[in-house]
């Protein structure tokens, strides 16, 4: 019985990409369970393909295939990887800082190098910009379906050869905490921080207090203003701040029923840095 086969990619929808990796994972087990994460990452954004996977990859059942292609490297000496988690999931990726999330924050078993000869689609051999289609998808669907083991992808690597970025940090003291915005909730326009909620959590909030907080870019102010902690996003008035837990535990920034983003113009990044401070200590 195959497994699931989740794809990622920043390909977007708008031409056939997609629709060619499909047909690929069909052709080699047309009975294959084919989901999807999400197609619309940012072209070439290594950090948000690594976040991603990480939101979701988690809560898959034991054994689910992903496949994640954002790929600036295409074509280069770049190696593959396929990263098992603790539950055996498996994460077919170039080895490009894509796993870094997954290799910061959840177990990994094993890593094995894909022997690109091997497993690439025949007569492709001289298509060099789209692994997504005549390497990643392949496997991803030959993995999934039973047909290859993870023993026959290639060379067992280190945890130390996965190639990594910087992601979002955090500090704190006994009144404050800090971090970035490190991603958004896209839909919404909620602001999600580097700061984990056990680290909110060390100054003691009751459930409508405020926090002064302070959000700035290159020492410009985007935002500084008192805010209220709430569980929920009615906890504060239509179109006011609120602090929040998110859903991976991480403090969130966002309006009720509105965008926090766009309110503020504010853009995810590490360097847009986030300072919680408690007001009455």
């Known amino acids: 019985m195959s497994q699931p086969l989740i794809l990622q990619s920043d390909f977007g929808l708008s031409d056939g990409a997609v629709s060619a ?16 994460n999400t197609h619309d990452i940012e072209p070439f954004n290594i950090h948000e393909a690594s976040y991603r996977l990480y939101q979701a990859i988690q809560y898959w059942p034991a054994g689910s295939v992903f496949v994640s292609i954002v790929d600036p490297g295409v074509g280069s000496q770049r190696n593959s990887v396929v990263v098992e988690l ?22 990994i078993n094993s890593i094995h190098e894909v022997d690109i000869q091997k497993h690439r689609l025949k007569n492709h051999q001289d298509n060099y910009t789209f692994d997504g289609r005549d390497l990643y ?11 290859v083991s993870l023993t026959e992808v290639g060379k067992v690597l280190t945890k130390d050869e996965l190639i990594t970025i910087p992601i979002g940090t955090f500090t704190q003291t006994s009144y404050t905490c800090s971090g970035c915005v490190e991603i958004l909730d896209v839909r919404f326009g909620s602001c999600w921080t580097s700061i984990p909620y056990d680290a909110f959590k060390a100054l003691n909030p009751i459930l409508k207090e ?20 709430g569980r929920g996003f009615n906890d504060v008035g ?7 837990n998110n859903s991976l535990n991480r403090i ?9 983003a766009k309110a503020h113009h504010i853009t995810p990044g590490l360097d847009v ?6 007001i009455n200590y």
């Open 252 to 260: 969130g920034l966002a309006l009720n029923q509105g965008s926090f």
């Open 86 to 107: 603790e539950n055996g999931t498996l994460l077919v990726t170039p080895n490009n800082g894509t796993t870094t999330h997954i290799a910061s924050f959840l177990k």
């Open 273 to 278: 840095e986030v300072k919680i401070t408690k």
């Open 137 to 147: 998808s392949a496997l991803g669907a030959k993995l999934a379906s039973g047909q």
């Open 238 to 244: 239509v179109g006011s701040p609120l602090l929040y």
């Open 21 to 36: 990796m499909i047909g690929v994972a069909l052709s080699i087990d047309p009975s294959l369970k084919l989901f999807h």
């Open 210 to 229: 405020k926090f002064k907080v302070t959000i700035t870019h290159h020492h410009k102010v985007l935002f500084d203003d008192e805010v209220v902690f």
